[in-house]
C-alpha cells in the first residue's frame, strides 16, 4: 500500500471550475465551497466518517441550476479517489456499512473493482430538501462512479424523512470507503483478486 495515498485534480469546463484535494488516510478534516449548503453537508458525511480530509472549491451555473455542479464534484472527486488508491496493493477492497439516523436506515456496499458500476435503490419521500433537488445525489454517485472505477450499491431501506434518507446514504458510503480502503496485513504487497490487478 502507498504511504501517501493524496491527490488533487482541476476541471475546468464552460459550466464549472472544480478543484479537489483529497488524502485517504486523513483525520477527516474538511473545507468546502460549492455554493450549495445542503450538498456541503452531504460532502462533509463523507470525509467525517470515512477519514478522509477533503478540500472542494467549485464554482459553477448555479443560476441555471446545480446539476452541472453537483456532477461534476462526483466526477472530480472520483478522478482524485483513483489517482489517490494507486495500485490497491494491501487493501481490504471491499466495504460495507449499515448506518441508522432515526426512522431512517440506508446499506452501503463497495468493491474498488476497477469497473464502475452504480446500483441506486433510494425512494426519496419528497423531491427537493430546502431548495436542493434530490436526483441530483444520483448523479454524485453516477459521476464518482464513473471515474473512481468502483462498483457501488446504496440502498435506503426505510425513512420517512428526506434529509435523514440522504443523511444515512453520504455516512454509510463514507464509512464503507473506510473499511475498503483499511490496510489488510493478511494482503501485505498482494493485491485483493486473483488476476492481479484492479
Not at 459550466?15 to 452531504?42: K, R, V, W, Y
Not at 474498488?112 to 446500483?119: D, E, V, Y
Amino acid at each position: 500500500m502507498s504511504d501517501a495515498r493524496t491527490a488533487t485534480v482541476k476541471r475546468d469546463t464552460s459550466e464549472t471550475q472544480i478543484e479537489i484535494s483529497l488524502n485517504l488516510d486523513g483525520d477527516g478534516s474538511c473545507e468546502l465551497a460549492t455554493g450549495l449548503p445542503f450538498f456541503e453537508h452531504m460532502l462533509t458525511q463523507i470525509s467525517r466518517h470515512g477519514l478522509i480530509d477533503l478540500h472542494i472549491a467549485a464554482k459553477g451555473d448555479l443560476d441555471i441550476d446545480a446539476h452541472h455542479t453537483v456532477e461534476d464534484v462526483g466526477i472530480v472527486l472520483g478522478q482524485a479517489f483513483a489517482q489517490a488508491v494507486g495500485d490497491k496493493t494491501g487493501i481490504y477492497r471491499y466495504g460495507h456499512a449499515y448506518v441508522p439516523l432515526d426512522e431512517a436506515l440506508s446499506r452501503v456496499v463497495v468493491d474498488l473493482s476497477g469497473r464502475p458500476g452504480l446500483f441506486y435503490e433510494v425512494n426519496y419521500t419528497r423531491a427537493r430538501i430546502g431548495d436542493f433537488d434530490v436526483d441530483l445525489l444520483r448523479e454524485f454517485f453516477q459521476g464518482f462512479v464513473n471515474h473512481g472505477m468502483v462498483t457501488l450499491h446504496l440502498d435506503n431501506l426505510k425513512g420517512d424523512n428526506a434529509h435523514h434518507q440522504a443523511e444515512t446514504l453520504f455516512k454509510a458510503f463514507g464509512r464503507a470507503l473506510r473499511m475498503a480502503l483499511t490496510a489488510d496485513e493478511r494482503m501485505a504487497g498482494l493485491v485483493p483478486s486473483t488476476k492481479g490487478s484492479l
